[in-house]
């Protein structure tokens, strides 16, 4: 919500809409031939600077638009990686983007409603099927949190602007991690395959113990 107005993105359609009556749909698509012969925006959230960011998965793109839907600029990941959601760093010069086809980081150079792409880094993965699910920053802004399903992992990497080092992959302790994030000194993840949300400490930034469990069938996503 921004100004009184509402901003959504739909998935299956590939549209963006702005208060349930303005709608944009998006054209083109990318290599996959599964799950790329359409767009598919995954992802829509306001910059510091008063446009929106929309990721869409379909066509491998990040692009930018204005409070009234006008495309602003776009960027492309790498073909067939398929972009899913991002996060922006704490001065607001970079954005990093978790692919959901190909398990990766791609970082973005941001200015003024258009980004650059600086570097994509391929997170290694066990399972064939591993999707890149969602991504978080640390309160300092100095560590990305990743999510992994098929793999069913958690990974935190160490950021320094266009760098990013993996130091860290924890269990998710359930089949499906789609959405976690953090509040104050505990990880919360939401694993939707096996119905549960699991609860871990968290100390310099890194993800410690398991702390608590409860069931909740087909967990999808947490909020503050």
Known sequence: MEGGNVYIVNYLSG????????????????????RQTEPHTHFVDKT???YFAVCDLGTDTLAFYDKDLSLISEERVPSGYGIRHIVFSKDGKYVYAVNELVPSISVFNYDNGAAKLLNTVKIECKNQKASGAAIRLSKDGKFLYVSLREEN????FSIDKENVLLVQTIDCCGDGPRDF??????LIICNEKSGNIVVYDMKNNLIGRKNSEIELKQVLCIIK
């Not at 994030?181 to 505990?186: A, G, L, V």
Request: net charge negative.
């Open 181 to 186: 994030d953090i509040y104050e000194n505990h």
């Open 153 to 156: 992992v958690l990974c935190v």
């Open 48 to 50: 510091s600077d008063g």
């Open 15 to 34: 549209n963006i809409v702005k208060n349930g009556d303005e709608k944009l749909t998006r054209i083109g698509k990318s290599i996959n031939p599964v």
